[in-house]
């Protein structure tokens, strides 16, 4: 087993023993029924999924799901999202039709076809009989629980890529109606704008609060392309790329351009005192739970998402090197060139 499992294995353990030491003492106090180690390991495979660690995830839920004798929804359903963070989406099909078959309920069963469609359409690109069977499990979803408003954003898309337009439509505005505000309502109005769209990565939408006290949202950047940089402090690549995002931010000051920065410190001390004294003079957001780098399926630090003004991801990269600096130079310049109509060279 690998030193990350051993200290996996270390923290359950002194979680369990914290539980029992805080248990009240005396003969009259009853014993406290331990914590289950499939419990353990399900809040820790959300924790590495949420810091970006699908791999590390994908392995705590196996062994979780192993234990279970195979038949642990959440662990499939977790294993699933692990495999679809990976891009492994034939790993993500087969967690998925595991947690189908392991729901124990109708809400269960909803999330699981959920799923099954999300790794379905992953792996689809264009051909019609994948996305048939997208669609099916998104359908089947619906059937199961009607109170999932994602999935009619997920079947949207599908019957979108299908060629199926007004469907489609009619699904996107059907899940407006009863989510009109949220992450997935500005890309939700995004495809009724440009419906031959779908199919194309969308950023989650997202408000936060940098550091400064300034609110930004990417709503808030409809007419700009935004480059967000998931980073650390405590990242060597982070700390390499520094100079060239900081280069590439002050050539592109006067176009249709924002640098977005968020990052997973521990500290907000920390990333305060090393913001300042390397002068990053744009948005600086401190994503201290992991929420937004969850939202966007952050695999590893550093990781780039290049977001085009209609809220489209059109290109991401993960690590950093002289190649990527390069790409990632390229790919700005060409969006914004495309952003204001001027032809990309």
Known sequence: MATGSRSWRFRAAL?????????????????????????????????????????QA????????????????????????????????????????????AAANREERARAENQLGLALAGK??????TLAEAEAAYREALRQSDGLNAVRYNLATVLLREGKQKEGIASLQDFLKREPEGPR???????????????ESMAPDFSVETISGEKISLAGFSRKVVLMDFWATWCGPC????PELKALRQEMAREPFELVSVSADHALSTL???????????????????????????????????????????????????RTGEQINSEVRRAVARAKGVPAR
Request: proline content about 7%.
């Open 124 to 129: 689809a690109g264009k051909d019609r009989a």
């Open 272 to 322: 305060k005192e090393f913001v300042e004294a390397n002068d990053m003079t744009w948005h600086q957001y401190w994503d201290q739970k992991g929420e937004l780098a969850h939202s966007f399926a952050v695999p590893a630090f550093p990781s780039y998402f290049l977001i085009d003004p209609d809220g489209v991801i059109v290109y991401s990269a993960k690590g950093w090197s002289s």
């Open 58 to 101: 994908r392995e705590v839920f196996l062994q979780a799901n192993a234990r279970e004798a195979g038949r642990c929804f959440k662990c499939l359903e977790g294993l699933a999202a692990a495999e679809l963070r990976m891009g492994n989406s034939s790993g993500a099909i087969e967690a998925a039709q595991g947690a189908v078959t």
């Open 185 to 199: 309502a500005a890309q939700a109005r995004t495809l009724l704008r440009s419906p031959h769209r779908a199919g």
């Open 239 to 242: 700390r390499i790329a520094l």
């Open 15 to 55: 979680l369990l023993a914290a539980v029992a030491s805080n248990a009240p003492a005396g003969p009259e106090s009853p014993t406290p029924s331990p914590v289950p180690q499939t419990a353990l390991d399900l809040e820790l495979g959300l924790q590495l999924l949420n810091a970006g660690k699908p791999g």
